[in-house]
């Protein structure tokens, strides 16, 4: 997952630092969700050792109150930096993409190529834009949630901790299964969309000639096994 996020950044070149500073309030964001936990363990001490008064009443609402106001702060914050970056840089290598394919030669296009060009611009590209970068910040403070939890946990009760660490262990390696089948099946996966839309465009450039010798409906084999 690391990776991913570093290929991104990698790719985001000017806009890098945008994404860097939505990381960082992600970071802190991660940190005040933690917030609402501590004050109920806070409260928690406070009753069982019969200290619990009016003043600690007042004390946990404003500090409840300021951390729930600083996770909205935060978290618009994200969305600024992290959704207009996404726009930006895919509007940028759209661009890039454009300048490059005007310069091939024609027959690139009538080698079936059309449905590679058209998969990455209408679903990879828009991908990347929206779900991709939507993730990343979740992916990084995920990482923080995880060791933060685990270490407050390791400070209440050491064993629940060794616990929890053996847990995130088995995680990880299923995880990384996940993450070897899914290479395997992307590129088929991408393959197919390239079939599927050369199978369309075909068929729509054809269309005249389809309806001409009835060639439409179950006829169609191509765009119905795509």
């Known amino acids: 997952m690391l990776s991913s996020v570093i290929r991104i950044l990698k790719l985001s070149e000017n806009y890098s630092g945008k994404l860097k500073f939505a990381f960082f309030l992600a970071i802190l964001e991660s940190l005040v969700v933690k917030g609402p936990l501590l004050l109920f363990l806070y409260g928690l001490i406070q009753i069982t050792t019969g200290q619990f008064n009016d003043g600690d009443i007042l004390f946990v609402s404003i500090l409840m109150a300021v951390s729930l106001g ?122 197919i969309i390239e079939e599927l839309i050369n199978a369309i465009i075909e068929y729509a450039k054809g269309m005249a000639v389809t309806k001409a010798f009835n060639l439409s409906g179950d006829k169609a084999k191509a765009t119905s096994n795509s």
């Open 70 to 191: 600083l996770r909205a702060l935060f978290r618009h914050g994200i969305h600024v930096f992290q959704s207009g970056t996404g726009y930006n840089m895919m509007a940028d290598e759209r661009m890039k993409l454009g300048n490059h394919i005007r310069r091939l030669p024609m027959g690139y296009f009538n080698d079936g190529n059309i449905g590679n060009i058209s998969s990455v611009i209408t679903s990879d590209m828009v991908f990347l834009e929206e779900i991709g970068m939507e993730k990343l910040t979740i992916i990084v403070s995920g990482y923080l949630n995880l060791f933060v939890s685990s270490l407050m946990i390791c400070i209440f009760d050491i064993r629940i901790g060794l616990t929890v660490l053996l847990l995130i262990a088995i995680s990880v390696i299923m995880l990384n299964v996940i993450f070897k089948k899914s290479k395997v099946i992307a590129p088929r996966r991408q393959k």
